[in-house]
């Protein structure tokens, strides 16, 4: 027992006499020796550390503080095979030990200076170790690491930090393959006083190249002003550079740690890529759950062709994880304010507002390369000019990958928009003397056009609504029209991003709910050509097809047709309209003039009916008219058959009478046996012309609105002749000129009862003596 | 420089006709007025710098070369009427500038001008610049009958390339065409105005014959009655010209009032080609005139006929005619007594007639009876009429018994191509002819034997067939011989129109109405032709130049011609009216040297003659 004492008590005597002789002389502690065994014991714990010289100071301050000095040359951490690697050709280290706890603790780190700062850190995950390396550490490592972790910080949990100084010549940081930081950082730290002052960093990284910024510098303070590391961190600075393949950019950041891994931010930037500027400024909240960014101004500038400005004022957007809001009023700057047919008169608001807001189901933080889907609102604020004014509302349910708009997008909008034109005959001056001017007779018209595309329009369906509605009025007029369809494009080319197959059409119908417009006066003698000859080809004409295609159906309704008023026709002429006019075929449809009342053949008579069908094939457009004319004992039919360009005309009569009696009385009022010679042939004349369709219906409603004195017709030239009594004393020529007319024989009458005729061969014995008389001749 | 050729290519058996400028060493085959061209040099000084510069309306100002004006429709849409009150000229009151140009684009391409330009003036009015007429280059027709000949149609190359030049062009092909036995054609017509070339696609459809004609019937006519007045023989080709023809001799004839065919087509009927729609009037025809003939005469003329006399539509008619050489009473009955035969008639008639001539003047009463027939082929017609004829004549004056009488058996025939008749009004073509012969003796109720031989006409050639006709040749003759024994002189028992007279514008231009012989004894025999050339639609005006010369030869005993050659050669113009034709004629009498006449005689007869008329055709 006595020696189990003695030897008990001569280890610990020996152990205090260590413990005394390295409290005396630190330096033991330390040496190149010690620290080789730290750096094997740090590799076991997964921290490779290494250098190729190392000098080790010790100071003894007190009896438990000491002070120690650690030089390296050519200090590294990691290896090429690991996450990071870093080398610093030389690093000083000093720190102060208090053993008067009995457990040591540094109360002094500091100075501490790392230079010729070589690294790579890779968070890609990917290094050149295997997976299965990687995944296979070293026994026990895990356990030292935990060690590690758990000694270091508690090592340094009192320590006052003196000046810090690391400095890299080159650090690159790799996020992924393609996403790869590089430059020269210098992170300093003045010394602080005690622990509890506020601790600043500043950060300077020189000569950043990433997939975002090049030529970058940052100036960045980190400062945690309730001091150590614990807190609420501040950051603030400013970063700048060159953006890849575009300006340059320039940003004040200011941030403050919120807890728990929140920052609220402020930045106030400026971009600048040849002439195209960006200013922002703005603020937010960024956490792990969170980006909030309230814009609180921003400008673009010359980005859009067109728009000089887009600015947004208190435009915020707010992402946490599935969601994404927005609420963005914006206002464009236009270069100039757009116009109508290049007018002033018809310019567009210059500073259009729009309000756009979001709400949607995206991932995060929001990334626009991922699927967003979720509703878009735009409010295009009403807005009025000296002619127009006009607003929008768009509802829109999105689906799809904002960067891939909008291929395989799904976009079902409910468009509430409204373009109104408040003073139609203001807008005739304004384009009266441009290519655009509105063309007689609707240019005496006055009054409102409303623009309006309203209703579900859908990607998918490739399908936007309109809406055109016009009321107008002048003297004598009126054109109310009513017209819906929709512009069409082939959502599937859309989507795939082809604009050459979008394909666009227009499906339009057009109802002439109240119309009544006034036709030019045409004179008897000559109607105008006003439609090119069909069989004339011009060049222009057999230009290439254009892509726009249209399809538009006219219609009256039912009981209001469009009344035409004219100078042949003492009242209106009611039409109804049912036609389809497209891009691709001729017209199609009816036009049919409705049962009316005029004057026909000086009398009474009306309009059954007369009816233009017309066919894509254009030999197939048909005519069918009936004309009613009643006398006393009976009622004449004018039927008009045929084609437009060849009507056939047919008389009946009930009761039945023959054809030249029919035109007899039609013609001249009386039977035929009444007739004096000059009608008589006239008649013949008129059937020769009718049965030859001779007479288009232009023709044939002027004989019949207009007393007929003569009417002569050649089959041998296809033309005729009329002459009509204007009025008492008047008459007029219509169709071909009396010498345009090469009869057979030389017998021109020239009046009721007076010819000229030449005659051949009167005396027997000179047959080719010829005589020309002026002679009255008369049938009885 | 568009004097045309054609080219003529069979295509998948359907030939093609192409009218194009002609090329090369064909140029110098320039159209024949312009060659004129260089002697009207002294009017380029006068020409130049008249470009036409015109208002059309306050705002609208057209300068061009070419005069172009607007009518009055034409005019009120591009101008508006500014003035107007009314609703529906209020609504037209201002026309927009595009609205405007619009409608002078379309009003200056109906006169063949498609590259128009249109500037703004200092006032922001339009200055319209109508560039140059686009005018037809080319004409090629497919489709159509061989015998088409459009080579014929000249006149279109150069042309302005119009509506109005398409409707012409297309109206002659289908008036072609029907000619030639198609009834039904179609036609597509397609111009190009960079090209200015004209494509015509014809379809002639079916060849037919005169199957049949579709007649409506007159009341109191036989159905059958009307076929006396056709062009054609039926199974002949059809010709829509003979139709033409047919209507135009029956409202002559005055059977009708009015009449005319149109073909049958849709659907075709197997037994008739044509429909013929009648206008009948009144049977009864009243006629009052006065007028001159081609000897400057006045004349009086009073008639009255019933035209539609029983079922075969026969005719009577009684006029009267006067002027200051002849005066004349005629009646005569066309009578066609059978009907189903409708061109056989028998005519009885009676002439009293004074004539007051230069060499003569006489009083005379014919009484005649003629039955006859006509016949119309595919291209010309006969007419044949013979019978006794008892003619009193009294001479007044002159030489010739005072009273003579006659009773002879006269037949006449006539033969006429159709287009001679067709184109009557406007001769360029075909053939008439005419032989009589009359035969007497003194031993049946005859003062005098004498037979007398008749034979004239006249014949025309369309140069090279053209349309309308460039160069058209004429010549007429007349050969007459009166057989007797009766001796030329003063004692002679032969009548005075036994006795035969040149001079006039009937044959020898060249000399006074009936100047020769230089006696009033007439002659016994006759020979005259006459020839013509005249170049037709080269100047404006319708105005024709003429070249002619006329020859003549007289006998003083029956089948014999004795010198002197009287012959006139001589020049002048035919303007075209619608009325009928002016010429003027100036022509040199000459007579060729002969111990028979003597030189005072000859001077006396060589000498300028001028004629003017109206009607007469050559």
């Known amino acids: 027992m006595k020696w189990l004492s003695l030897s008990v008590l001569a280890v610990v005597v020996s152990i205090m006499l260590a413990l005394t002789w390295v409290v005396f002389h630190p330096d033991l502690l330390l040496s190149p020796t010690t620290l080789q065994w730290a750096a094997r014991l740090a590799k076991n714990a997964g921290v490779t550390l290494y250098w190729s010289q190392v000098e080790a100071d010790a100071e003894s301050l007190s009896l438990f503080r000491k002070k120690f000095a650690l030089r390296f040359n050519d200090l590294c951490t990691g290896s090429p095979g690991e996450s990071f690697q870093v080398c610093f050709a030389r690093a000083r280290f000093e720190f102060t030990v208090d053993f008067s706890g009995g457990i040591p603790a540094i109360t002094n780190l500091g100075p501490v200076r790392l230079t010729g700062g070589d690294g790579v850190v890779n968070a890609s995950g990917e290094g050149d170790e295997t997976a299965e390396e990687r995944e296979q550490p070293q026994p026990g490592a895990q356990e030292n690491k935990g060690l590690i972790a758990g000694i270091v910080p508690e090592l340094l949990q009192k320590a006052a930090l003196g000046r810090i100084w690391i400095e890299f010549d080159s650090l690159q940081v790799l996020l992924s393959k393609e996403e790869s930081f590089e430059g020269a950082v210098r992170l300093s730290k003045r010394s602080t006083e005690s622990l509890a002052g506020s601790m600043n960093w500043d950060l300077r990284v020189f000569g950043l190249t990433s997939p975002y910024l090049n030529e970058a510098t940052a100036r960045l303070r980190i400062s945690n002003p309730s001091g150590g590391w614990k807190g609420n961190w501040q950051f603030s600075g400013d970063l700048e550079g060159l953006i890849p393949g575009g300006g340059y950019a320039r940003s004040d950041v200011r941030a403050q740690e919120k807890g728990s891994g929140r920052f609220a931010y402020e930045f106030d930037g400026t971009y600048d890529e040849q ?69 002033p008169e018809l310019a567009l608001p210059v500073s259009p507002s729009m309000r756009i807001q979001a709400d949607l189901k995206t991932a995060f933080p929001p990334d626009p390369g991922n699927a967003a889907e979720g509703s878009l609102n735009i409010d295009l604020e009403p807005a009025s000019t000296k002619f127009l004014s006009g607003g929008a509302t768009i509802r829109a349910r999105i689906a799809g990958v904002p960067t891939e708009f909008p291929r395989d997008w799904r976009l079902d909008t409910e468009v509430e928009s409204e373009l109104r034109l408040h003073d139609f005959r203001r807008l005739v001056r304004a384009l009266s003397s441009t290519d655009w001017a509105v063309p007689a007779p609707f240019n005496a ?179 069918d008219g009936v004309l009613r004319v009643s006398y006393t004992d009976y009622r004449v039919k004018v039927l008009l058959l045929g084609s437009l360009e060849e009507p056939s005309i047919q008389l009946t009569s009930d009761p039945p009478l023959p054809e030249r009696q029919l035109l007899s009385v039609l013609l001249f009022g009386r039977p035929l046996e009444e007739l004096d010679p000059m009608q008589s042939e006239s008649v013949g004349s008129a059937r020769a012309a009718l049965a030859d369709s001779a007479l288009n219906l232009a023709s044939l409603y002027l004989l019949a609105a207009t007393p007929i004195e003569s009417f002569g017709y050649d089959p041998s030239s296809g033309l005729f002749s009329a002459k009509v009594r204007l009025g008492e004393g008047t008459s007029l020529n219509l169709g071909a000129e009396a010498g345009e007319l090469s009869q057979i024989g030389i017998r021109r009458r020239l009046s009721r009862f007076w010819t000229i005729t030449t005659t051949v061969g009167a005396a027997q014995e000179h047959d080719s003596s010829v005589m020309a008389f002026l002679e009255w001749v008369n049938r009885y | 420089m568009f004097a045309g050729e054609l080219n003529r290519e069979p295509i998948l058996g359907s030939p093609v006709f192409a009218l194009q400028p002609a090329g090369g060493a064909e140029r110098g085959k320039m159209r024949f007025w312009l060659k004129l061209l260089p002697g009207l040099t002294f009017l380029v000084p006068l020409l130049a710098g008249a470009a036409s510069v015109s208002v059309t309306c306050p705002g609208i100002m057209i300068q061009s070369d070419i005069p172009v004006t607007l009518n009055e429709t034409e005019r009120y849409l591009v101008c508006g009427e500014a003035k107007s009150e009314e609703p529906f000229r209020s609504a037209w009151k201002s026309i927009p500038r595009s609205q405007a140009v619009f409608f002078l684009r379309r009003f200056l391409e109906s006169r063949g001008f498609y590259e128009p330009q249109f500037d703004r003036s200092e006032d922001g009015g339009i200055i319209v610049k109508p560039g ?15 015998d088409l000949a459009f080579q014929r149609h000249r006149g279109i190359l150069g042309r302005a390339l119009t509506p109005e030049l398409l409707d012409e062009v297309e109206q002659w092909i289908k008036n072609r065409v029907q000619s030639i036995g198609y009834p039904c054609p179609l036609l597509q017509t397609a111009a190009d105005v960079n090209t200015g070339r004209i ?13 049949g004609i579709s007649a409506e019937s ?21 010709n829509a010209d003979f139709l033409r023809l047919s209507a135009e001799r029956t409202v002559i004839e005055g059977t009708l009032l009015s009449t005319y065919f149109d073909t049958i087509c849709s659907p075709p009927d197997p037994r008739a080609t044509a429909r013929q729609s009648v206008v009948p009037g009144l049977p009864h025809i009243l006629r009052f005139g006065f007028g001159a003939n081609t000897e400057g005469l006045v004349l009086a003329r009073t008639s009255w006929r019933n035209t539609r006399l029983g079922s075969g539509g026969s005719t009577f008619d009684v006029s009267a005619f006067a002027s200051t050489k002849e005066q004349r009473l005629d009646s005569s009955f066309n009578w066609y007594f059978n009907p189903n035969a409708p061109r056989n008639y028998l005519q009885p008639s009676l002439e009293l007639r004074h004539q007051n001539e ?36 009294k001479t007044l004056r002159g030489t010739g018994p005072p009273t003579s009488r006659l009773l002879s058996l006269e037949a006449r025939a006539w033969i006429q191509t159709h287009y001679f008749e067709f184109y009557r009004a406007s001769p360029r073509a075909g053939l008439l002819s005419r032989v009589t012969a009359a035969f007497n003796d003194e031993k049946v109720l005859s003062d005098v034997t004498a037979q007398r031989l008749n034979w004239e006409g006249q014949a025309l050639w369309n140069w090279r067939n053209y349309f309308p006709p460039l160069l058209i040749g004429g010549v007429r003759w007349s050969l007459r011989t009166t057989i007797t024994n009766e001796p030329l002189t003063n004692g002679s028992l032969l009548p005075s129109n036994f006795r035969h007279y040149l001079g006039g514008l009937a044959d020898l231009r060249g000399f006074g109405r009936n100047e020769l012989p230089d006696s009033d004894l007439g002659a016994l025999s006759l020979a005259y032709a006459g020839f013509e050339l005249r170049l037709s639609n080269q100047l404006p005006v319708s105005i024709d130049p003429l070249l002619f010369v006329d020859l003549g030869l007289l006998g003083r005993k029956s089948f014999s011609l004795d010198p002197p050659l009287y012959w006139s050669p001589g020049f002048g113009l035919r303007w075209g009216t619608p009325f009928g034709a002016f010429r003027a004629t100036l022509a040199r009498g000459m007579v060729t040297t002969d111990k028979t006449i003597s030189f005072a005689s000859r001077e006396q007869l060589s000498h300028w003659q001028f004629y003017f008329s109206f009607g007469e055709e050559f």
């Open chain 2, 199 to 211: 494509s015509i696609a014809v379809e002639p459809g079916a060849f037919r014959n005169f199957d």
């Open chain 2, 358 to 393: 230069e060499p003569f003047e006489s009083l005379s009463v014919r009484l005649q009876l003629a039955p006859g027939t006509t016949w119309d082929g595919d291209k010309s017609g006969i007419r044949v009429e013979g019978g006794p004829v008892w003619d009193l004549i």
């Open chain 2, 218 to 238: 007159i009341p109191g006519t036989h159905d059958s009655a009307l076929r006396r007045f056709d062009a054609f023989a039926f199974s002949s080709p059809f």
């Open chain 1, 275 to 343: 002439g195209k500027l960006i200013s922002a400024r703005g603020r937010g909240d960024i956490g792990p759950n969170e980006i909030a960014v309230h814009m609180l101004s921003a400008e673009l500038e010359n980005w859009i062709t067109g728009i000089k400005t887009v600015s947004l004022k208190r435009c915020s957007f707010r992402s946490i994880p599935g969601s994404l809001t927005a609420d963005c009023p914006l206002t464009l700057g236009l270069r100039s304010a757009p116009r109508l047919g290049g007018l």
């Open chain 1, 445 to 623: 018209l006055d009054g409102n056009i409303r623009l309006a595309i309203s209703g579900n329009a859908s990607l998918q369906e490739g399908r936007v609504p309109l809406n055109f509605e016009t009321q107008l009025d002048s003297r004598g007029q009126r054109l109310d029209l009513d017209a819906s369809g929709a512009f069409s494009f082939d959502a599937l080319a859309l989507q795939s991003g082809s604009k050459k197959g979008l394909s666009p059409r227009l499906d339009l119908k057009i109802l002439l709910s109240d119309v009544r417009l006034v036709l030019p006066r045409l004179q008897l003698r000559a109607p105008p050509r006003i439609l090119p000859d069909s069989r004339i080809h011009r060049q222009r004409e057999e230009a290439g097809a254009s892509a726009f295609k249209y399809r538009i159906q006219l219609e009256t309704p039912e009981g209001s047709p469009v009344r035409l008023v004219s100078n042949l026709s003492k009242r209106p002429v009611p039409v109804h309209l049912r036609l389809a006019l497209s891009d691709s075929e001729p017209m199609s449809g009816t036009v049919r003039i409705a049962d009316f009342p005029l004057k026909l053949f000086r009398r009474d008579a009306s309009v059954q009916h007369i009816t233009f069908t017309f066919s894509p094939e254009r030999e197939k457009t048909r005519l």
């Open chain 2, 132 to 146: 140059a007429i686009t005018r037809a280059a080319e004409v090629i027709v497919n489709g159509a009958p061989p």
